[in-house]
T-cell receptor
Framework: AQSVTQLGSHVSVSEGALVLLRCNYS??????LFWYVQYPNQGLQLLLK??????LVKGINGFEAEFKKSETSFHLTKPSAHMSDAAEYFC???????????????FGQGTILTVHP | EAGVTQFPSHSVIEKGQTVTLRCDPI?????LYWYRRVMGKEIKFLLH????????ESGMPNNRFLAERTGGTYSTLKVQPAELEDSGVYFC?????????????FGEGSWLTVV
């Protein structure tokens, strides 16, 4: 079974500071990895995803994540935080172990990002 | 293009009552998923439709939950009778193709409170 661990349920940064949200996964097969964001009173929005190829993935709003197989990690970063980045962020892995239910996502617990002036 | 829409956005019901949540996927998306997040927990998979067929319902918690997707278009998730532990946010999602790594588009969720 696959699993995702997000280190830190709450992260607080200053505006302009580096954002680093940590995600480690466990998977018995090559993983497909995702970061979603949920802004207040909105649904989940895809930030970026890793399927195959380049391990550094760029997403929307200046976010990027690097797939590191040796560390089983997929940490999300942004060089400079904006107030508008305040939201809850979810790391997820796609459950694909030879079954037919493609797209079944296993989520981490979520990390609430607070950005203060 | 309209996204995934869910109705109602919020619902408060008493224990023992019935609630039906509706999801309209993005037009043309064969795959439809239901997920749930109860307070303080992670988002968990409930089930997956491909068109009108249930592909995977391994996440359905018990037989008080019934999901349907008539004609392969919109879907409903009925909880009958509702219990306190059913409170949470129910997300619907859809995707165009059935393959690994496919982008899944989520709705805004239906917030259910059982009192």
């Amino acid at each position: 079974a696959q699993s995702v661990t997000q280190l830190g349920s709450h992260v607080s940064v200053s505006e302009g500071a580096l954002v680093l949200l940590r995600c480690n996964y466990s998977s018995s097969v090559p993983p497909y990895l995702f970061w979603y964001v949920q802004y207040p009173n909105q649904g989940l929005q895809l930030l970026l995803k890793y399927t195959t190829g380049a391990t550094l993935v760029k997403g929307i709003n200046g976010f990027e994540a690097e797939f590191k197989k040796s560390e089983t990690s997929f940490h999300l970063t942004k060089p400079s935080a904006h107030m508008s980045d305040a939201a809850e962020y979810f790391c997820a892995v796609s459950d694909y172990a030879g079954g037919t239910s493609y797209g079944k996502l296993t989520f981490g617990q979520g990390t609430i990002l607070t950005v203060h002036p | 293009e309209a996204g995934v829409t869910q109705f109602p956005s919020h619902s408060v019901i008493e224990k023992g009552q019935t609630v039906t949540l509706r999801c309209d996927p993005i037009s043309g998306h064969d795959n439809l998923y239901w997920y749930r997040r109860v307070m303080g927990k992670e988002i968990k998979f409930l089930l997956h439709f491909v068109k009108e067929s249930k592909q995977d319902e391994s996440g359905m918690p018990n037989n008080r939950f019934l999901a349907e997707r008539t004609g392969g278009t919109y879907s409903t998730l009925k909880v009958q009778p509702a219990e306190l532990e059913d409170s949470g946010v129910y997300f619907c999602a859809s995707s165009p193709r059935t393959r690994p790594g496919n982008t899944i588009y989520f709705g805004e969720g239906s917030w259910l409170t059982v009192v």
